[in-house]
């Protein structure tokens, strides 16, 4: 239980080393480089170069990853990369990779373009195709004056009725809902007369494409360009595709480029001149010996020195605990790192995380599930550090929801194995719920006991009496009066944990004792928020109560189905199967967030202080690999 | 059950049932349904933060699960769900009514507004990954309201004697 101690490191080295120094201690990666000297090197100029280039790299990846031979499940892990592969990277030939794949990109669209154009001018053709003649026919008749165009159907019936028996010719070529699509013919005696009155009954005029060739030999052409055109469309999605096994040599190339950039960054932050580079950061005191054998080996001429933080100056927080609270850091990092003055509750708060995860997923069956489904998805996929860590969590509160899964006596829903069942949540509630504030009431001390520590450690034992311990004397006191035979012993307990806190919580206010006991009585109306505190707790009986009911609804839905046959066996047990794996779902997911809830606002509350900057080594932090030999 | 003996009290008893679920559910539906929509836009601006928003678009459907679970132990306590249902007096279906009210009024409300701080919690969540965290603690804060509720309304059903 640490937050690890950290040592500022100053390396001194020739300048024309400097780029092999930060590739060695990328691989190490265990040094947070900061601003050497007053002025910061040269900007990287070329960040933005190389970030643009990373942004189409990662376009490449996205858009071909479609054509990839052999889908990755992701079950498996990440590929396995060496560093030594990552360092002989081509980037021209990736990038010549990129421009390819970018140049047909730009051809597809415009061939999508084009289609788009093509398929609309058919769309507007196709009421035309029944009329038989050219545009050009249609404009040399002498006699007569064509129109086409569109009209509402009601229209056009009162139209042919008025022109009946003159010498006007109505045909009709294609409806489309309320509209008729005609041509029509009027002689040039009554060209005139006939566009008026076709005027007014709401004519559209329109007509098929402009020139030689009848509608439907237009259309047949355009047709036959489309189809042309979704060969070569073909033919560059073919050509897509066969640049899809240039992917692993593209990822390679984008971490290669990521890698490169994180380094540069680094690089901008040494100091240097003509010929030396002075490069400064923070090492975690257990890895100065190895990082200066290592840099020993290949500079000779560098020199390393190491020294504890000076006063003012904040190293960055790293959470370092043993195997077993390890996986737990995630959980605290997930609210704030603590002040590197302040304690890391990792250790103190992992056994109460996982009770408290337990208790409200509450089903040793779900329990049973998550202890085996995890160790093997686990060494199934290799999972990254962080979600290994979680996967870990998870798997610490699977164990623990066995426990308690046992003691509810809830088991996939069944109540199967009474002789362990100690709680009925059910039907006698009110022992669970004390269990509940009981166990809130501990973790709420445990918060006050590590606040007590830190005032120790810094020297101020007093404080400790003032702000913790008046406190549990206090809320101890009050949970006393409530038995009889220790209600007096309560009561002088609680009176004496309220003067405490009304004489002494005003005394860093103030001088002037009037104005102290004002923030006293303050300070005094907060048991009203451990009432609210301990209340909280009841969420692990709510949640609890929550998975154990609908898991029994589902065995009852079940015991229905099965009870009709064959059929009703069968969708039974997929319902079964189903419903719990849902209902295991919905309540890891919530015990996970109450669980961590209850340690940031209850258990934080007591004592943590936040505010530590995170330690970000120089390493490579692959997103489409994974990096095997890195130190 | 037969349809032609059902009394008045059972009646009640199953206006009780319906509306636990119906209040409750119809407030997580508009809260997840709020949530999700941001989600979506936040998910198009920033989309590997989509797995995060996800967990915090689940989280005002738990109101729902809540009232469902009331419904349910009144079912299972006056014998519904088994088919052989009790005899239900109308004063005892009133209780149910009145034992119900907290997780469907609370469960609406705080559903609603757990979705509002959910959508909030992702737009920060959008700008800043790392503080998914915040995002979700925050939006858990709602729901101790929704607990306390169930806890009342299941001793309240749990409190009323056939």
Known sequence: MAIVEMRRVSVLLMRRDQEAFLRLAQRLGCVHFLPAGQEAGPAAASGAAEQEKLGRLQWALTRLSKYEGKKRSPLSPLPAVSADALDGFHLEEAMATVEQAERLERLSGDLRGRQTRLRLMIDQLTPWLPLDLTANQLASARSAKAFTGSIKLAALSELEARWQGRPVSVQRLTQERDLEYILAFAHRSVEEEFAADLRAAGFQPASPA??????????????????????????????????????????????????????????????????????????????????????????????????????????????????????????????????????????????????????????????????????????????????????????????????????????????????????????????????????????????????????????????????????????????????????????????????????????????????????????????????????????????????????????????????????GLVIGAVVFVGAHLFNAAINILGAYVHACRLQYIEFFGKFYQEGGKPFRPLRFSPRHVRVTDAS | MDINTLSLGQFLTFVAAALSVILAGWGSAKGVGLAGQTSAGVSTENPEVNSKLMVLQILPGTQGIYGFLIAVIILVNTGALGGNMAAVGVSQGLMYIGAVLPVALVGLLSAIHQGKVAAAGMLMVGQHPDMSGKAITMTVMVETYAVLALLASFLMVNAIKL
């Open chain 1, 210 to 567: 402009e020139g030689e060739g009848t509608p439907r030999q237009k259309r047949e052409a355009l047709q036959k360009e489309l189809d042309e055109l979704a060969d070569e469309q073909a033919a560059i999605d073919g050509q897509m595709a066969r640049l899809g096994g240039e992917l692993p040599g593209l990822r390679l190339c984008y971490e290669a480029l990521s890698a490169d950039r994180t380094r540069s960054e680094a690089a901008s932050l040494a100091a240097v001149t003509a010929s030396a580079s002075l490069l400064e950061g923070w090492i975690p005191l257990s890895l100065t010996e190895k990082f200066e054998k290592r840099v020993k080996e290949k500079f000779p001429m560098a020199q390393l020195e190491f020294r504890a933080p000076a006063e003012g100056e904040e190293p960055p927080v790293l959470l370092g605990n043993k195997p077993v609270f390890a996986p737990y850091e995630s959980v605290v990092t997930g609210f704030a790192l603590p002040d590197p003055a302040g304690i890391d509750p990792t250790a103190v708060m992992m056994p109460f995380f996982a009770c408290f995860f337990g208790m409200m997923v509450s089903d040793a069956g779900y329990g049973i599930m998550m202890a085996v489904i995890i160790p093997i998805l686990i060494r199934l996929m290799q999972p990254a550090e962080n979600l290994k860590k979680l996967m870990l969590v998870l798997l610490g509160g699977g164990i623990a929801t066995v426990f308690w899964g046992a003691l509810y006596n809830t088991w996939f829903g069944f109540a199967a194995l009474p002789q362990l069942g100690v709680f009925d949540a059910v039907n006698n509630s009110m022992p669970v719920m004390a269990v509940c504030i009981g166990l809130g009431a501990l973790h709420l001390f445990a918060g006050l006991l590590m606040g007590a520590y830190m005032n120790f450690r810094d020297g101020k034992p007093l404080d400790a009496l003032y702000d913790q311990f008046s406190w549990m004397m206090l809320v101890i006191g009050l949970g006393l009066l409530a038995l009889p035979q220790t209600a007096a012993a309560g009561k002088w307990l609680a009176i004496a944990g309220a003067g405490i806190i009304l004489l002494t919580a005003g005394r860093a206010k103030s001088r002037n004792p009037f104005k102290r006991l004002i923030s006293g009585l303050g300070a005094l109306y907060g048991v009203t928020s451990w009432i609210s505190d301990l209340l909280s707790y009841m969420r692990l009986f709510g949640m609890g109560l929550a998975t154990g009911v609908i898991g029994m609804v589902i065995n009852q839905l079940v015991g229905m189905l099965t009870g009709s046959g064959i059929i």
